[in-house]
């Protein structure tokens, strides 16, 4: 298999410096050799361009979200980058960064391919809106956006309009979540999988259901978005806005696995690890690992 490496070095969707040296961070562990051991050849594409923006222009574009305007360019850049590599049959593997980048990545998967489903592995659901959120991270936004949830400057990257059917979300691991989003998931229906259900009801059980929802509608076709958050806080150091009680890293490899055997699973984000956080690398070489455990199976 051909995987396009795809960096975006952002950190203005979590407000939270540390995160936009992710990309380079794991190709400082080899990630292009270590992925190159599975039979795949691997090209790195280097980085999406991220503008600079001063910190006290952080509301210049709109009151209640950070760095609007720059997120819109670098989602827009993103997109294509993924759709060209869809295009030409390689797998994009977008590293990041943190999670905002996700919008980039679903709207140039939807271009390609319009029946597709989203599996996102969060202790967060990313489904709030400029009305709802807390904070104005937009990295707490992306998969509202994708859904054709919120601002339209979001919900119109790349092309206008709804870029997942909200039917074919499924988020697993959530357990932080916002009354907003709590409010967005009962009204649209939204599959999602505490971390709690996880622990109780066993990793094989929840991932192979979310598989037989996924088989039952006929898609060929799963975008994984991977926020490490998704692992229990205590393992991972090294990220953002980590969670307790998440699931344990040996569940996490298991569901890994059990995603790429299906052979559905034909693009990536991997985003949150935040360098400056991390402890003697501990985050970084989890990350790695998962990788390179993902990219074994796939």
């Not at 049959?89 to 905002?100: A, T």
């Not at 104005?136 to 059917?165: R, S």
């Not at 259900?197 to 799963?222: C, P, S």
């Not at 953002?240 to 040996?250: D, I, K, M, Q, R």
Request: hydrophobic share 40%; with cysteine.
């Amino acid at each position: 298999m051909d995987i396009n490496v795809i960096g975006v070095p952002v950190y203005y969707g979590a407000d939270k410096r540390g995160v936009e040296y992710g990309p380079d961070k794991l190709r400082e562990k080899k990630l292009s050799s270590i992925l190159g051991r599975h039979n795949h050849q691997v090209y790195d594409l280097g980085n999406i361009h991220v503008p600079e923006v001063k910190e006290y222009n952080k509301f210049y574009s709109h009151s209640n979200m950070k760095y609007l305007d720059t997120i819109v360019e670098i989602s827009k850049n993103l997109a294509h980058s993924v759709y060209s590599s869809l295009k030409a049959e390689c797998f994009p593997l977008v590293i990041g960064g943190d999670h905002s980048l996700a919008l980039g990545s679903i709207s140039g998967v939807s271009r390609a391919n319009k029946d597709f489903a989203v599996i996102w592995m969060d202790a967060h659901g990313d489904i709030n809106t400029h009305d709802t959120s807390g904070s104005g991270n937009i990295h707490g936004m992306p998969l509202a956006k994708a859904m054709n949830v919120g601002h339209e400057d979001l919900t119109n990257v790349y092309f206008q309009g709804q870029k997942v059917n909200p039917e074919n979300v499924f988020i697993l691991g959530a357990r932080d979540l916002d009354l907003g989003e709590i409010e967005l998931i009962n009204d649209m229906k939204l599959n999602v999988y505490s971390a709690d259900e996880i622990n109780d009801r066993g990793i094989h059980v929840v991932v192979q259901e979310v598989l037989d929802k996924i088989k039952a509608r006929n898609i060929e076709y799963i975008h994984l978005s991977f926020d490490l958050d998704f692992i229990d806080a205590m393992y991972v150091p090294g990220t953002g806005t980590p969670v307790s009680v998440g699931v344990n890293v040996e569940d996490t490899k298991e569901a890994l696995k059990m995603l790429a055997e299906t052979k559905l699973i034909k693009s990536m984000d991997f985003v949150e690890l935040n360098v400056l956080l991390d402890k003697n690398d501990v985050t970084a070489e989890l990350a790695i690992d998962l990788l390179d455990w993902t990219f074994r199976h796939i």
